[in-house]
T-cell receptor, first 114, second 114 residues
Framework: GENVEQHPSTLSVQEGDSAVIKCTYS??????FPWYKQELGKGPQLIID?????GEKKDQRIAVTLNKTAKHFSLHITETQPEDSAVYFC?????????????FGKGTHLIIQP | DAMVIQNPRYQVTQFGKPVTLSCSQT?????MYWYQQKSSQAPKLLFH???????NEADTPDNFQSRRPNTSFCFLDIRSPGLGDAAMYLC?????????????FGPGTRLTVL
């Protein structure tokens, strides 16, 4: 089955700086890569996703890049703000996130230092 | 607002005493999922329903069962909870089982086993 590795497990950055979280996946058939943000006491919430036919996607301060050859994808957050502090999970799916569900990475605890 | 609702938010049970967690959705989505998330770990898919069709993950213990009496509700039954079943249980939905459908998560139920 699919295996998703995520690094780092904890990331501390100064407010206003950029943060980068990296994930690798094992199944070359994976075609959908969402990123979820989980705040304390809440369920994960989708912040951005990318399909395998796209190399990069951007939404305001958040961007995701995908390298299919190397089987890795990354989340980039620019101009970080205190409200960005949360746990971020990457995930991969071979069915577009549908019937087979998602395989999650272990999460990155992002801490924004004021 | 359309949403995924989980009750109760916190559940305490005794070792071996059956417990049921509930999930309801107002999104009218076809697919409902149950994930188990242990402390500081990634959510792990237990099973999902596509309409009334039940799909169990290969490594989900028999101790975990699920029911979906209608489109809106889905239940997770733990027949004989062990200490190792203490976790956050997340319910999620997606509109279709086909590709690229966002999964919407509820806030979770935190289960404590005494």
């Amino acid at each position: 089955g699919e295996n998703v590795e995520q690094h780092p497990s904890t990331l501390s950055v100064q407010e206003g700086d950029s943060a980068v979280i990296k994930c690798t996946y094992s199944d070359s058939a994976s075609n959908y890569f969402p990123w979820y943000k989980q705040e304390l006491g809440k369920g994960p919430q989708l912040i951005i996703d990318i399909r395998s036919n796209v190399g990069e996607k951007k939404d305001q301060r958040i961007a995701v890049t995908l390298n299919k050859t190397a089987k890795h994808f990354s989340l980039h957050i620019t101009e970080t703000q205190p409200e960005d502090s949360a746990v971020y999970f990457c995930a991969a799916s071979t069915s577009g996130g549908g019937a087979d569900g998602l395989t999650f990475g272990k999460g990155t605890h992002l801490i924004i230092q004021p | 607002d359309a949403m995924v609702i989980q009750n109760p938010r916190y559940q305490v049970t005794q070792f071996g005493k059956p417990v049921t967690l509930s999930c309801s959705q107002t999104l009218n989505h076809n697919v409902m999922y149950w994930y188990q998330q242990k402390s500081s770990q990634a959510p792990k898919l237990l099973f999902h329903y596509y309409d009334k069709d039940f799909n169990n993950e290969a490594d989900t213990p028999d101790n975990f069962q699920s029911r979906r009496p209608n489109t809106s509700f889905c239940f997770l039954d733990i027949r004989s909870p062990g200490l190792g079943d203490a976790a956050m249980y997340l319910c999620a939905t997606s509109r279709q089982w086909r590709s690229y459908n966002e999964q919407f998560f509820g806030p979770g139920t935190r289960l404590t086993v005494l």
